[in-house]
């Protein structure tokens, strides 16, 4: 089965201030991968999702972008984030049944 | 346009009574999937159930079940016999040709069980 590891698990970063967030794939080869954000009292919006290596589809017009630069590896960036940024991030994976979600990266932008 | 509704934003009941948590779906696909997630205090994404679209029949774990209608286009979840431990926020979300394959999630409801 996948694991799915996320790290940072928890970021307070200044306005304005670089992003990166990685998110590594276990137990599966050449999946798709997602990233979601759940801003505070929200659901879960789908940003990005990578179908492979290099492949990044955009759902949401943002201050985001993301990376696949390996097969399980999967990067969401700023250049300079905004306080709207802030919010919870998960990463994502299709498994057997269902989707297995990373414990994600609580973002707080100051 | 595929869509997922949880009209309920926060339920609170008392430890052993019955909750239902209601989930309406849209989508013009005849084959999707639908899902239930929970979400604990800790944040992770708890996989609860996958049902398609051509299984109608309603499942039975546990506490849990599920009651999949596709005359009303609903999909809720009922909770028997609700515990403390239940707690948490739950997802609805949907998954189809539509969607690319992407889930799309419910704005989720919250359950707060009292002892």
């Known amino acids: 089965s996948q694991t799915i590891h996320q790290w940072p698990a928890t970021l307070v970063q200044p306005v304005g201030s670089p992003l990166s967030l990685e998110c590594t794939v276990e137990g599966t080869s050449n999946p798709n991968l997602y990233w979601y954000r759940q801003a505070a009292g929200r659901g879960l919006q789908l940003l990005f999702y990578s179908v492979g290596i290099g492949q990044i589809s955009s759902e949401v017009p943002q201050n985001l972008s993301a990376s696949r630069p390996q097969d399980r590896q999967f990067i969401l960036s700023s250049k300079k984030l905004l306080l709207s940024d802030s919010g919870f991030y998960l990463c994502?994976?299709?498994?057997?049944?269902?989707?297995?979600f990373g414990s994600g990266t609580r973002l707080t932008v100051v | 346009a595929q869509k997922v509704t949880q009209a309920q934003t926060e339920i609170s009941v008392v430890e052993k009574e019955d909750v239902t948590l209601d989930c309406v779906y849209e989508?013009?696909?005849?084959?999707?999937?639908l899902f239930w997630y929970k979400q604990p205090p800790s944040g992770e994404l708890v996989f609860l159930i996958r049902r398609n679209s051509f299984d109608e029949q309603n499942e039975i774990s546990g506490r849990y079940s599920w009651n999949f209608q596709k005359s009303t286009s609903s999909f809720n979840f009922t909770i028997t016999a609700s515990q403390v431990v239940d707690s948490a926020v739950y997802f609805c979300a949907l998954s189809a040709r539509g969607s690319q394959g992407n889930l799309i999630f419910g704005k989720g409801t919250k359950l707060s069980v009292k002892p």
């Open positions: 989508t013009r696909d005849t084959t999707y999937y």
């Open positions: 994502a994976c299709p498994s057997a049944g269902g989707y297995t």
